[in-house]
């Protein structure tokens, strides 16, 4: 927060790197509770009113103080019981609000679960809760996690703290926004076809894809089962590595749950060395389609690991044109069916016919038409449609051989190269209402996060520089369970790619003075 003119020790204590607030927890420097108070009256300061960032659809502040106390009365203890504690022990973080948490509600950003509170916890939450970390509330995003800029949030969109007049992408940009404007320093997003990855580039964040079944998503909202993935929202590589490594592991819970033992991604994340990396430019990715500033510091970035020891090559993965097409075919199949269950009578709010007769097929009917907003019924519809009778093997059919295909080309890929590197999404962060009006230019931005969610693959989108003022982000991408190597590769971009000025994260303009409304341009 080099450029805030507030130095108060508040301040001081939210624009620092989750390792560093682990590290002064662990020293005593600081306790829990003062950490979770500075990002509490920071929440406070910068989340509401009309200009507000707008990250957060829930605070729970009460309960993330309990918490801290908790972890600070362990820690005081001293012996056994302090030396047992997560190294994350007292380090707040929040949860994108498609995932389920006892004692605070899950709306999943619709009007269809207003009021709605989880019985149970989601097992990265648990895992969360189990390590200390006081949960300081739920996160915006696009509804059911479906679109690119949080405004399909039935309450309202997040604002970018690069610019408040900008989104800060999507579907997780609550998230990414929270991070971003040091309301918490770790968050979890999901990320079925960008929406960790597209917010963090956005937001000048880290967003992390881990492996398909590597991270239980017990407890996630489903969108399309077979490319939901739950995932870390942070300021480095490191963060978003210490993170992972608390939420991955095997799930009995969870069906398509990875035996695997959990790698150390933030060793990984900590290395340096370049020399030897074979590292591959997806050609489909490259050129036209991004904007002149993203290609340009995309440039930059392929310059930087070449003088820093790597081979850059370019990799040819023809199958890709057709990722977006794939995606918006399965992705919707499937949403169709997993919100089926979101009608009134098994789950959701339940609307009554305006008139006539009140039968079950006309409560479903009025709950549904008033509990979904546009973007859901859009997918609904399509998925629907492409799943009936006669039309499944022309649509659904085809996309899944697509799928077969990018697979494919991922394997021939990292037959040849250590990772994979794309431009995170191929603009920066866009105005509110550009997109909104049309569906195609919004899916659009998710040409090149998609082709992971399909092939289960690993990514992660690191901060590359800023394009006329705003983050651009470069993802990189690695073989199935080889996270390890998104981390390694990640950091290294990352400290290639930070400039004079230090970390992007550290220089976001503060956003109560960004909310000044602006004469017009
Ligand atoms: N933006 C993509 C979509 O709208 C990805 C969403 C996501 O990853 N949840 O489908």
Redesign the pocket.
């Known amino acids: 927060m080099s450029e805030h003119s507030s130095t108060d020790s508040g301040d001081d204590l939210i624009c620092l790197t989750a390792a560093r607030m682990a590290q002064k927890l662990r020293t005593g420097e600081i306790t829990s509770v003062e950490l979770t108070r500075a990002h509490l009256d920071r929440i406070a300061a910068v989340d509401g009113g009309d200009h507000g960032v707008h990250a957060f659809l829930h605070v729970s502040a009460e309960e993330a103080l309990a918490t801290a106390a908790e972890v600070d009365a362990v820690r005081a203890s001293g012996g056994a019981a302090a030396e047992a504690l997560h190294p994350l022990a007292g380090v707040p973080i929040a949860v994108k609000d ?1 995932i389920v948490t006892v004692g605070q509600p899950t709306t999943a950003a619709s009007k269809m679960l207003d009021g709605w509170m989880s019985p149970y916890d989601a097992t990265v939450v648990t895992r969360i809760r189990e390590a200390g970390m006081p949960i300081l509330g739920k996160t915006n ?2 509804e059911f ?4 800029s949080s405004e399909h949030s039935a309450y309202g969109a997040t604002r970018n703290p690069w610019d408040l007049e900008r989104t800060p992408g ?3 940009g609550g998230s990414a926004a929270a991070v971003a404007a040091f309301e918490t320093p770790l968050a979890l997003g ?7 990855r ?1 917010p963090g580039a956005l937001t000048g964040t880290v967003g992390t894809k881990p492996t398909y079944g590597s991270v239980s998503r017990y407890g996630a909202i489903a ?2 089962s077979s ?2 993935q739950i995932g870390p929202c942070a300021r480095t590589a490191e963060d978003a590595a210490l993170l992972h490594e608390l939420i991955a592991g095997h799930d009995p819970k969870d069906a398509t749950s990875l035996p695997d033992e959990v790698a150390p991604f933030a060793d990984a994340a900590r290395r340096d060395d370049v020399a030897g990396l074979r590292i591959g430019v997806v050609k489909q990715l490259r050129g036209e389609g991004n904007s002149d500033g993203v290609a340009a510091r995309f440039e930059d970035t392929l310059d930087a690991l070449r003088e820093a020891g790597a081979e850059v090559v370019e990799v040819d993965c023809p199958s890709f044109d057709y990722a977006l097409g794939a ?2 075919l399965i ?1 919707a199949s499937e949403a169709s069916s997993n919100l089926a269950k979101f009608d009134g009578v098994r789950y959701g709010t339940r609307e009554l016919p305006e008139d006539g007769p009140v039968t079950i097929e006309r409560v479903m009917g009025a709950t549904r038409a008033a509990g979904f907003g546009d ?1 859901v019924k859009r ?1 609904i519809i399509l998925g629907t449609y492409a799943l009936s009778a006669g039309y499944y093997d022309a649509y659904y059919g085809s996309a899944q051989k697509v799928r077969t295909l990018i697979q494919r080309d991922f394997e021939a890929a990292f037959d040849d190269v250590h990772v994979l590197v794309t431009p995170t999404s191929p603009v920066t962060a866009f105005r509110f209402g550009e997109k909104l009006d049309d569906p195609l230019a ?2 659009l ?2 040409v090149a ?2 082709p992971a ?1 399909l092939a289960g693959v690993p990514g992660i989108s690191v901060p590359i520089g800023l394009a006329e003022g705003l983050p651009v982000g470069a993802q990189v991408l690695a073989p199935v369970r080889e996270d390890a190597r998104t981390y390694h590769v990640g950091a290294v971009i990352e400290r290639l790619m930070q400039g004079q000025d230090g970390p992007l994260w550290a220089q976001v303009p503060e956003p109560t003075a960004a909310a000044t409304p602006t004469s017009g341009e």
């Open positions: 498609l995003l696009d996690a479906m679109g690119s999507g579907s997780g999901t990320d079925t076809g960008g929406s960790i597209q969108m399309a490319l939901d995606y918006y992705m973007e997918r919004m899916y931005n998710d996060t998609i969610n």
